[in-house]
Every structure is written in C-alpha cells, then in structure tokens.
C-alpha cells in the first residue's frame, strides 16, 4: 500500500508542476526533492517486495515510509486548496516541507545503517534473492539449480490429496470432455477464485482410471508465478526420453520443439496448475504439438484473461463454489475424519459449514482447527469449541490458523497486483460482510479517494470500471447482478477476502473497521483514530460519534449501518471537529436536522452522501469546490437547491431523492470545465432549453413532476437531441396531491427529440395508452425499457412490426394489462423479461420462447400468467444450444 500511496503522491506532484508553478517559485527545489526521495523509497519498496510480510525491520520502514506519504499528501492537498481560493487574490500560497525532509533523512539513514552502501538496482542480493533478471549471477545461479542431477531425477507429480470430495457433476463434465474426440487441439480451462479447489478438481481428475485408461502418458506440471520454462520442459521430458548430456547442452527453445516432436504422435493429458500470465502461456504453448488431435491439455487459473486466452475453442470452465451439502461433507471428513457426526456437533456443524461460504479451502482450514479438539468423545468443551467457531469462522480462517494457508492463498493474489489496484482492493475491506455492492457507488468513492489516475483515452469512471474489472478477472472480486447491457451493477467480495483485506489495511493504517464489543467498548481503542487514514463503521454509530474523536488524518468516514440515526447539531459537529481533512463523507444513515456551518470547512471533500429532513441546499455548497459526487436524501418531497452547482466545476454526480428546483446558471463558463454526468432527479421547471448547454456531457437524467408541462410546451423544450452522451433518461409523471390517473398523459415527444445515445428509459405513473409504445418502439439504441407504477394502462396491448431492434431488458411493473399479442420478431435481442404486480395478465405470449437470446424470465404476483411461462420454459428446454441456460422464476410459487 505504500507503493501505492507514492504513486498518487508523485501524480498529484507531477500536476502541481504543471498547473501551479507559479506559486510554488519559493518551494520548488523542496518539492523536486520531495519527487526523487519518492522516487528513491518506490524503488526500494519494490524492490523488496516479497521481503516485507517475514521482515519485522522492514515492516517498520514500510509504515514509516507511508506515514511519511499521508503527511505529504495532507500538506500539498492544503497547499492546492488554498491556491485555488487565492487565486483570485493574485496572492501566492507556499508548502512548508522542512518537517517532511526531516523525517526522509531519518527513514534514509535507517536503511543506510541496515544496507549499507545499498544499490536501489540491487539491494542485498546475497541476502534477498531479488536482483533483476538480466544479473548474471543471478542467471548462474538459476542454471546452477536447473543443472542439478538430484534435481533432474525428480518426476513432476500431482500434489498429494486428502479429502476429495464434491464437485461430482464438475468432475463427470470435464472427464466426458476429456475424452470427447475432436478434430482440433484441444485445451480446457478451469477457473475461479483462489482457495476454490481448482488443484483438487485437476487432482480428482487426473487420477481418474477412466483417464488413465484412456491416456497413456499424463503429466502434470506446477506452474505457479516464478517458474522456469527450461525445468517445464525437462521435467516433460523426463517422462518421455532419458535425459542425457546432448539434451542438457540444448536451450530453451531446441528443448521446446523436442517436446513438441514427441507428443506430436500419441494420446496425452497434460495438466498445467496455476498459470498466472497470458505470457506464460505463449512460453509453454511453445512445446505443444498444436496437429495432435488426440491430446489435451487442462490447465487452472485465478486469472480470467490467461483462461479465456489459453482455452480453445470453448470458453473455460468457470468453477463453482461448494454448495451446502459438499461443505458439510468435507467438514466432517476434517474435523472428524469420517462422516459419522455425533448428534451433539451437527446442528453447530451445518451452522459452520455454512458460514464458510461455500470456499473449500475455508472448510478445510476451520476444519483443521477442529480437528484439533474433536478426537475421542464429544465433551462440553469440545461443544463449546465448536459454538466459538460457528460465531466468529472468517476470523479463525484468516487470523489463527498456523499455517497461515487461507492468508498466504489471497496474498499471492494481492502481491501479483499492479500498485494501483491495491488500495482499490483494500477498500473492500470498508464494507460490511455479505454487502452487496453498488459499482456506481464503488467507482464514485474510488474517484473521490483519488486511487484512479486521469486518463486522457476515457473519464475517470471508465477507467475505475477497468479497475474493477481488472480485479474480477482475477477472482478477487465476485460479479452480483448485470445491467442488461454486460456491465457489472453490483458486486461482492468472500469474506475470507474481506477480512484479509480488514487485516492488511489496518496494518498500514490504511482502514480501520471501528467495531463495539459485547462490553459496549469500541474497538480498536477510539484513541487510535489518530493512525488511520479511513474509519469504517457498521453499528453504534451515534455511540462512536458522541465520544469527540481526533482524527487529523481521517481522510475518509463512511458508516453503512442498516439502522437509522437522529443526528443532533452536537452531533453533528462532533464528525466535523473531529475529522477536519475529510475527502469522503458517506453518513446516510444518520438523518440530519441543521447542517453544521464547519461542514463547508471542509474544503478536501470530493465525496459526500448525506439524510436530512431539509427542504432546502443551502448556497453555502458553493464554497465546496472539490465536490465530485453529492448525494442528498430527504424525508421532504421538493428540495430547492440554493447553491449553484452550475458553478461547481468538479462536481460530476448530483443525485437526490426528492425534486430538486435548481437554479439558473450565473456562470458561462467553459465547455471543458462541465464535468456532471448524473442529475436528478430534478424538476420540470429546471429543464430549461439551456440544460443541454449547461450539461453537455451529462450521461444520466432523472426528472420529475408534471410531465405534461414539460411535453406540451410549444418551444419544444423536451428536445434532447443535442445532449449526445445521455444513455440513461427518467421520467416521473407526478402531479401530487392529485390523483395520477388524472395527469395521465396524452402522448410522448417524438422519437427524433429524444436523445440520440439514449439506451435506457424509465417511464413512470404516466398512464399512457399502449399504442405509444410504438414510438419507444423507434428509439433505435434503446436497450432497457422500464415500466412502472402505471407508465401504461389498458387492456390490450398489440405489439407493432418494426420496433425494439435492441431492445435487451423489458420490465413491467404495476398495470392493468389483460392481454398481450407479440411473437418473437418484436423484440429479436430480449433476454430478460420482468413482469410484477400484473396481476389481470391473462398469460405471456408464447411466443417469445421462439427468441433466441431470451435467458431470464421472472414473475411476482402474476398469478395468471404464470402458467404460461411454464410452458415457455418447456419450449426453451428444447431449443436450447450448449451452453446455454434459462432460468424462470415465480413468486409466490405455484
């Protein structure tokens, strides 16, 4: 996290240079001083990476190093802060270094007096192995090993395996594709997340008899990170030829194609474990014979894109966890070494195998632990053991096996990563256990932090969306739901996972999870909220929140507790006196009554998300310039936004539950200076003919109240065709206190004046006759169609010829629809139907079973029509291609 924290540091000086110089004509040499000491610390931390977790000394330097970083960050986000403000001023900020370049010369002279005369190129090669890989001696050295005749004589065998059990219907498949002739080189991919028993499966396989039947040369190679290409391909031949002096005097690439040769006649399974790099891959491929048909080749991976990659011509093989049944199944087997369990340890037992997860490796580590206190009778201890462990099983998994395994598993997962995704990993820590993601929150706190760096290619949100995406691919991260479209909508994270990045985040002070123990004592101490650099809380907020914290390097406080809090103006004060360098403030489950004066004090806030029960925004946000996300829910229905966020010029997400009247620009500003992408929802008196000026880049847009004020204005103001970014519009018809059948509306705008991107639409309470379903029907990117609360009434609805060319998602909710007439060429790319609360809806149109891309269908309270989605499934169980799937589901069930 260090390396990390030094990366956004020399960034954030790189763009103090550029925009700044100016004001920094008094600190320039301290702050080119400043860059190379960064720069001399980033290299000696990777340069000494794999030394850091073993060595209590460097643990030491690393925290000091970072420390250093966060104090440095602090300082040059308040020299930045300030200059903005003067600018205006024409007077000049300066940045006081003297302090930092103190404690650098001191960090300095700890690692001179542990390394003396240390080269950053090559520290302490003799003692640390790590040198780079064109050192000579370092290659010597390797040879040396691979050179070795005990080493030659060694036969690569698959790891040895105790308790195989579950995956039966995993196994079945890959056996049955395994021996499954073909006409093509065939290689098979097994992926997921570390720890998910992808050695086991291969293992299970592999000593299959069916396969040693029908394979007479099976050959299992370790990969891992730092292998060797030469030793692979020895230890290959080593099963084929002997080895002799003429094939040692070969090199690497006459070693490949003599491997090749030799498989090139017979029928062979190599297995290939935990291949980490597309390159290592291409290094390997090498030496197999890609024109015999009768070979095959397994390989495992945690990384999606070396699986994709690798595996041909079918897409690999995604692994699933255990479910229930497999979990308690090797529980016993570890715990107790059988599947007899005494009546006494099964209720606990099923409660903990659950708790696991589904991760094999987790049963298999807490089984151990059990293992330890479960041999001979069943005793009240040993119950109450077992009691302990069902209440806290993540904690026993990470934290107190001996052998560290679960630990060790995510941690080669975390060091593989590039510098600028560990802070975004470690910030899943910040979430409760089992919490469901948003990605739009996600990536909007990432951006807030400052861990995505700008991108010139794509917007900052795009590039976290690669960060994200990065970190599934590598089966850290877990995909939850799906937008229509492919993006991820939410996301998850194992709490093995979770508690590891818990514990390796407070180790840097980098997060600190704020828990209350059953004695009502927080813990950590509360007197530690001076280390860290984020709290995270989930319970007693109002309890951690009256106790007037310090915390000057707090730069983050989120509290995502599901119950709900008053917040008195003391309280209220007490998070702002107390965490004055604030950058992300998420409280929403704190409902504020007055707003604090100090909070626009609190000029580093990129981030905030807050409840209140006012009516009003008051202007004073203006003096919150940094702002990039502001999100404001209140109990009120209207809220009149005093402040001019047309002025904001960082302010990129604004989003509140209530209609929010905002005010007209007073700024003409720059194109380039409007970042906002996301407004809403606002009123339809703030859609004005100038939004579209104000907003160019606005991607999505909720509006609110009479939309028939808004559709029915001579000037055309509904016209959004110039706003080419927008793909995602909604429109609430709300025309309270009255009745809202009676502001129904008579038609929509024209296809022409929506805008010309748009991919999603929302439409609700707007009590449309069906047959203006044919103009959304001419929406021609429009690929999710959301229909609530009475968007539509009537009884039929007749689907026309020509429309819904994209269409992916339709979901209907609230209506009182009889009948539906389609056939499948209405809607050729559906692939998921929602249907709730339609509860006059005689059946769906049978149909739709005919489209091909159709996969989901699900019904609440359709009681009339769930019939005929039965039978929709029927016909899909039948036209269905290899994998495939459709899934159906019905509430309540019939």
């Excluded at 300030?82 to 001191?106: C, E, F, P, W, Y």
């Excluded at 021996?179 to 396989?205: H, R, W």
């Excluded at 308690?328 to 659950?354: F, N, T």
Aim: neutral net charge; hydrophobic residues 40%; proline residues 4%.
């Amino acid at each position: 996290m260090a390396d990390a924290a030094i990366e956004f540091l020399l960034e954030n000086i790189k763009e103090i240079m550029q925009y700044h110089a100016n004001s920094i004509i008094g600190a320039k040499r301290e702050i080119e001083n400043l860059e190379s000491d960064l720069r001399f610390f980033r290299e000696f931390l990777r340069d000494r990476v794999k030394k850091r977790r073993k060595d209590e000394f460097m643990k030491v330097v690393v925290r000091e190093i970072q420390d250093l970083v966060y104090e440095s960050e602090d300082i040059i986000d308040v020299f930045i802060t300030n200059g903005v403000h003067q600018k205006s001023t024409k007077s000049s900020s300066s940045i006081d270094l003297h302090a930092i370049d103190k404690r650098v010369k001191g960090i300095k002279q700890k690692i001179e007096l542990r390394w003396p005369h240390s080269d950053i190129l090559s520290f302490d090669c003799a003692d640390n192995r790590e040198k780079p890989e064109s050192s000579n001696f370092s290659n010597f050295f390797e040879y040396s090993l691979d050179f070795c005749p005990g080493k030659l004589l060694k036969q690569p065998r698959p790891p040895r395996m105790k308790n195989v059990v579950g995956f039966k219907d995993v196994t079945e498949d890959l056996i049955r594709r395994l021996t499954q002739e073909t006409n093509y080189f065939d290689v098979i991919s097994v992926i997921g997340m570390f720890g998910l028993g992808k050695t086991t499966l291969a293992c299970k396989v592999y000593n299959d008899l069916e396969i040693q039947c029908f394979f007479p040369i099976r050959i299992w190679l370790s990969i891992s990170q730092d292998f060797s290409a030469r030793d692979i391909f020895l230890d290959i031949l080593k099963q084929l030829t002997t080895i002799s002096d003429h094939i040692l005097a070969k090199n690497d690439h006459e070693l490949a194609y003599m491997v090749a040769d030799l498989l090139k006649r017979g029928r062979f399974l190599i297995v290939m474990d935990d291949v980490w790099e597309t390159a290592d891959w291409d290094r390997l491929h090498a030496a197999l014979p890609e024109d015999n048909t009768k070979g095959k080749v397994l390989i495992t991976s945690r990384m999606n894109g070396v699986s994709y990659y690798a595996s041909r011509p079918r897409p690999p093989y995604n692994l699933r966890l255990f479910n229930l049944e497999e979990s308690w199944e090797l529980l016993r087997l570890e715990a107790l070494g059988k599947l007899d369990c005494p009546s006494q340890l099964e209720l606990v037992g099923r409660r903990i195998a659950k708790s696991c997860d589904g991760l094999p490796l987790a049963i298999a580590v807490i089984g151990g632990m059990l293992a330890t206190r479960s041999s001979g009778s069943v005793t009240t201890a040993t119950r109450r053991y077992w009691e302990k462990v069902s209440d806290h099983v993540s904690s026993y998994a990470i934290g107190n096996d001996p052998a560290d395994r679960m630990q060790k598993s995510i941690s080669l997962s975390y060091d593989k990563l590039p510098y600028h995704l560990r802070p975004c990993f470690l910030y899943f820590g910040l979430f409760p256990k089992d919490y469901e993601i948003p990605v739009s929150k996600l990536i909007r706190m990432w951006i807030g932090e400052g861990f995505v760096q700008e991108n010139r290619d794509c917007s900052l949100e795009e590039t976290a969306e690669k960060y994200l995406e990065d970190l599934i691919n590598i089966n850290l991260v877990r995909n939850e739901k799906f937008m229509p479209y492919g993006k991820v909508k939410t996301c998850r994270v194992h709490d093995m996972v979770r508690d590891f990045c818990c514990i390796e985040a407070a180790n840097e002070n980098f997060l600190q999870e704020i828990k209350c123990n059953n004695d009502g004592q927080f813990t950590p101490s509360t007197s530690y909220t001076v280390k860290y650099r984020r709290l995270s809380l989930h319970s007693k907020c109002l309890d951690f929140i009256s106790l007037r914290l310090f915390g000057p390097r707090v730069s983050s406080f989120v509290c995502l507790s599901k119950d709900t809090y008053f917040m008195s103006p003391e309280n209220s004060s007490n998070i702002i006196g107390s965490f004055k360098q604030l950058r992300v403030l998420d409280v929403l489950p704190f409902k504020f009554t007055k707003i604090d004066v100090d909070l626009y004090n609190l000029l580093h806030l990129r981030y905030i998300a807050l409840s209140s029960n006012l009516s009003v925004l008051p202007s004073k946000f203006n003096q919150l310039w940094n702002i990039q996300t502001l999100i404001v829910d209140t109990t009120c229905r209207t809220l009149k936004v005093e402040a001019d966020i047309w002025t904001m010029n960082q302010l990129r997400h604004f989003k509140t539950n209530a209609t929010a009247t905002l005010l007209k620009s007073t700024k003409s500003g720059e194109i380039g200076e409007r970042r906002l992408q996301t407004l809403g929802l606002i009123s339809v008196e703030s859609c004005t003919e100038e939004l579209s000026h104000q907003a160019p880049n606005l991607k999505k847009l909720g509006i609110r109240g009479q939309l028939a004020l808004l559709f029915n204005r001579r000037s055309g103001v509904f016209d959004l065709r110039n706003m080419s970014e927008l793909g995602k519009l909604k429109l609430i018809n709300d025309v309270y206190p009255n009745p809202g059948r009676e502001g129904g509306l008579s038609g929509l705008p024209q296809p022409h004046q929506f805008p010309p991107s748009l991919t999603s639409l929302t439409l609700c309470a707007t009590f449309l006759s069906w047959e203006h379903m044919s103009t959304l029907g001419l929406l021609k990117r429009l690929e999710v169609l959301k229909l609530k609360d009475y968007a539509f009434s009537g009884d039929i609805w007749e689907a026309a010829d020509g429309g819904f060319r994209c269409l992916e998602l339709l979901y209907i909710e609230d209506t009182d629809l009889i009948d539906w007439n389609a056939s499948s060429h209405h809607y050729p790319k559906l692939n998921t139907l929602v249907l709730k609360n339609c509860e006059k809806l005689r059946g769906i149109p049978a149909e739709l079973a005919d489209i091909p891309s159709l996969q989901k269908l699900e019904l609440h309270t359709c009681i009339s029509a769930a019939e005929s989605a039965k039978d929709i499934l029927d016909a899909k169980k039948q036209t269905l291609a290899e994998g495939s799937a459709f899934t159906l589901s019905i509430f309540p069930p019939i």
